[in-house]
């Protein structure tokens, strides 16, 4: 398998639950980011993490909690969401001086 | 900081005819230039990207950018369009850093119809 892997594809989730959104690649790249795209709103950048290390963290509520276990895997744990946290979820992936994102397919994300 | 306008939310135009998509961008430092396509239900692709040398870009599916510095644009062209070009189109630009922080635009809608 190839490329920046997201699962799940489709999430609904209730308002009190507990999930995490798992991204994997498969491109040896050394960073890797976590996006939210919603409706008529630029493309949001949550969290990048380099070298397996947290090197931002854009003013996310903290019902987000990212985890980074190794260079290959990035995970989203979601609690307590509101509805507007509905979005699409992108995770992305690069390889520092080798230009360019490398983008899964998204989780789409449903607060109920 | 960075920061990218896109003007045109969404653009109409017809199959076979040309397309321009407009990115501006604003920069203090040296900038990278993107662009990504967005097909329904999908992530984002890249299309193509400007990191130094000549100012015209050939990209994927037949898409071209040229870079402009005095007018800090990076506009998108396609001399013929397909029905299949039909997505959203996304500019971003990032900084000489050592790992890349991209900052897109609010997107452009390509409808292309027959």
């Known amino acids: 398998e190839t490329g920046v892997t997201q699962t799940p594809r489709h999430l609904v989730m209730g308002m009190t639950n507990k999930k995490s959104l798992k991204c994997e690649q498969h491109?040896?790249?050394?960073?890797m980011y976590w996006y939210k795209q919603s409706a008529k709103k630029p493309l949001e950048l949550m969290f990048v993490?380099?070298?397996?290390?947290?090197?931002e963290n854009n003013s996310v509520p903290s019902r987000f909690s990212p985890e980074c276990p190794n260079s290959s895997h990035l995970f989203l744990h979601l609690h307590t969401l509101q509805p507007e946290d509905s979005a699409l979820y992108l995770c992305?992936?690069?390889?520092?001086?080798?230009?360019?994102?490398?983008f899964g397919s998204g989780t789409r994300l449903t607060v109920v | 900081a960075q920061s990218v306008t896109q003007l045109d939310s969404q653009v109409p135009v017809f199959e076979e005819a040309p397309v321009e998509l407009r990115c501006n961008y604003s920069s203090s430092v040296s900038v990278y230039l993107f662009w990504y396509v967005q097909y329904p239900n999908q992530g984002l692709q890249l299309l193509l990207k400007y990191l130094s040398g000549s100012t015209l870009v050939k990209g994927i599916n037949g898409f071209e950018a040229e870079f402009n510095k005095s007018q800090t644009s990076f506009h998108l062209r396609k001399p013929s369009v397909h029905i299949s070009d039909t997505a959203e189109y996304f500019c971003a630009v990032s900084g000489p850093s050592g790992f890349q922080k991209l900052v897109f635009g609010t997107g452009t809608r390509l409808l292309v119809s027959p």
């Open positions: 491109l040896g790249h050394n960073a």
């Open positions: 992305a992936s690069s390889q520092e001086r080798n230009y360019g994102y490398t």
């Open positions: 993490y380099s070298l397996e290390e947290r090197v």
